[in-house]
């Protein structure tokens, strides 16, 4: 069974440096999102991507996050420089647009 | 904007016991919603959906009816299983926005 693939699983920074998450989605699907759980909490998206083409960044902090799909098939999403709330589980999904999103297992982030 | 408030938990049931979790929702338009379930260390699936006014969602003995005139979609099942326990988020996706907004979660526990 096809499933959204992410890495690293864990994640551990110190603040003001980068991090690098990777997600590769379902083959064939192009739509591609990134959302972010904070432990308590329910995801939130900050990134939506079609294809290549962001269609819904407006909840990512732009002044450090930064996101890319470049050929539209795999995704980058990067922190620079990280902070302390930035610690938080980083979900990866992906659909055939509009339809069902299939989740990946997540990458837990942690920032001392 | 659109917004879900989830029961909240945790909850600890007997096996074999029933089960609600109340879900509520605002939001402009029409929206479909949904019952994600993340077990331990695993991303969000899909457990089930309903896109219209008194459709029911069903999947593994979950239920949930879409309730438009108390914007409700509350999840139940008649007997759970120690399988069962997991983290339930309700979430909604309103018309052309693919966009899921998710409650906080609810947390299950069964003991056996």
């Known amino acids: 069974e096809a499933e959204v693939a992410q890495s690293p699983r864990y994640k551990i920074t110190e603040k003001s440096q980068a991090v690098a998450f990777w997600c590769d989605p379902i083959?064939?699907?192009?739509?591609l999102y990134w959302y972010r759980q904070i432990l308590g909490q329910g995801p939130e998206l900050l990134v939506q991507?079609?294809?290549?083409?962001?269609?819904?960044d407006s909840q990512l902090p732009k002044d450090r996050f930064s996101a890319e799909r470049l050929k539209g098939v795999d995704s980058t999403l990067k922190i620079q420089p990280a902070e302390l709330g930035d610690s938080a589980m980083y979900l990866c999904?992906?659909?055939?647009?509009?339809?069902?999103?299939?989740f990946g297992p997540g990458t837990r982030l942690t920032v001392l | 904007g659109d917004s879900v408030t989830q029961m909240e938990g945790p909850v600890t049931l007997s096996e074999e016991a029933f089960l609600t979790i109340n879900c509520t929702y605002t939001?402009?338009?029409?929206?479909?919603l949904f019952w994600y379930v993340q077990y331990p260390g695993e991303g969000l699936q899909l457990l089930l959906k309903?896109?219209?006014?008194?459709d029911k969602g069903s999947n593994k003995g979950f239920e949930a009816t879409y309730r438009k005139e108390t914007t409700s979609f509350h999840l139940e099942k008649g007997s759970v299983q120690v399988s069962d326990s997991a983290v339930y988020f309700c979430?909604?996706?309103?018309?052309?926005?693919?966009?899921?907004?998710f409650g906080t979660g609810t947390r299950l526990t069964i003991i056996p």
């Open positions: 999904a992906s659909s055939p647009s509009g339809d069902e999103q299939f």
């Open positions: 939001a402009t338009g029409y929206p479909s």
């Open positions: 083959s064939g699907h192009a739509t």
């Open positions: 979430a909604l996706a309103n018309f052309g926005n693919e966009k899921l907004t």
């Open positions: 991507f079609q294809d290549e083409s962001v269609v819904d």
């Open positions: 309903a896109t219209k006014a008194d």
